[in-house]
């Protein structure tokens, strides 16, 4: 049995807001990943399956690695197509932002957005969501805005129009924002989730290959390059640390969603709980943090890289060098484990 969570009030003025309009922009976060993408998608299959003209807009393209997902090619890119993203975005009659929680995270959308007067329907699992939203149905506790997404169609009784296609989209963020079923899946009822998307008998099995396990030689040989050369631990504080710089990154022909997964990867040595990794960007660092157990890595991003997210997985900025980002990591190391540190400095003295 899958618990109705969501309000039912918040149900009906949901259903209300479809049922009056005609037009309906679909959004979620600059980069997106498996889930922004898979939830997007999926609502917009539903969508059209009643009759709407919906659209996915985001910011900035799907990297290569998520381009088979059902319906990615059709999706109106802000960074390719800015005229028609403005053109969708200003007509439509609702606007349903998926996937993130701060108007910041869609990147320049926001500006021809937040003038708009068109209600805003959020769809979330990120904390802390801003209050910018006409409909707000932001479940933190959930593994994924894909599991939502599902959740709404339950609620609104739209199930009968998830077809294999729709269904294989949420089975793309069940599994992606969980590391493969690994983390922020412990509800007994997300199992009854992937089952039932399960019915709708998508070839799983190629999906999850194309999902979770194909990366291109450069990119393997540049995580197997940050893991045997870039890889820092701090045993003691049970962290690593791995920093990949531009040049490093054009070394082995960086591609966008490349180093997806690499964050993951030291939390397989035993003692270490953190995991972070630094990337050189065009114009910024970008960082991303993993996290087990109850360290809260959403707090550390928030607090010293302008960032946020999920307790276990968590992501920010920084503008200046990748040093500086460095030197301010130690800082943090400093602050959150002042013994460890201190012991450090009496023993390099
Ligand atoms: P990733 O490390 O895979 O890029 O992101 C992990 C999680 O942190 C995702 O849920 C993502 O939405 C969030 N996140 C990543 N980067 C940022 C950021 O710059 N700002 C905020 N607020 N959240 C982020
Ligand atoms: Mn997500």
């Given at each position: 049995m899958i618990t109705p969570i969501i309000d039912e009030k918040a149900i009906e003025r949901l259903r209300a807001m479809i049922n009056g309009v005609q037009r309906i922009a679909i959004t979620c976060h600059k980069s997106p990943d498996g889930d922004a993408l898979g939830s997007t998608l999926a609502l917009c299959h539903v969508l059209r399956r009643l009759g709407k003209d919906a659209v996915v807009v985001t910011p900035d393209m799907a990297p290569r690695s998520l381009e088979?997902?059902?319906?990615?090619?059709d999706i109106v890119v802000f960074t390719k197509h800015e005229l028609r993203a403005r053109h969708v975005l200003q007509e439509a009659q609702l606007i349903c932002c998926l996937d993130?929680?701060?108007?910041?995270?869609?990147d320049r959308l926001a500006e021809i957005i937040e003038p708009l007067k068109t209600p805003r329907v959020l769809i979330d699992h990120h904390l802390g969501p801003e209050d910018v939203f006409d409909l707000a149905i932001s479940?933190?506790?959930?593994?994924?805005t894909c599991e939502l997404v599902f959740r709404v169609f339950m609620q609104l009784g739209l199930l009968k129009f998830m077809d294999r296609y729709t269904a294989s989209c949420l089975y793309v963020g069940l599994l992606t924002d969980t590391g493969g079923f690994a983390y922020?899946?412990?509800?007994p009822e997300f199992y009854e989730i992937v089952a039932s998307v399960m019915r709708r008998r998508f070839d799983r099995i190629t999906l999850y290959n194309k999902a979770m396990n194909t990366f291109s030689a450069d990119s393997l040989r540049l995580q197997g390059y940050a893991i045997n050369e870039k890889m820092e631990l701090y045993p003691e504080c049970g962290v690593a640390l791995i920093t990949l710089d531009k040049e490093e990154l054009e070394r082995f022909n960086y591609n966008r969603g490349d180093t997806e997964t690499l964050v993951n990867k030291p939390l397989a040595i035993p003692g270490i709980y953190w995991s972070v990794f630094m990337r050189e960007d065009a114009d910024k660092i970008k960082l991303s943090c993993r996290s087990q157990g109850d360290f809260s890595v959403s707090d550390i991003c928030e607090h010293y890289f302008n960032g946020g997210g999920h307790k276990n997985a968590a992501g920010g900025e920084f503008d200046g060098t990748i040093d500086e980002a460095v030197q301010v990591f130690h800082q943090v190391l400093a602050d959150l484990f002042p013994d460890v540190t201190e012991q450090k400095t009496e023993e390099q003295q």
């Open positions: 088979f997902i059902p319906g990615v090619h993130f929680n701060a108007m910041k995270r869609i479940f933190p506790e959930a593994s994924s922020s899946c412990e509800n």
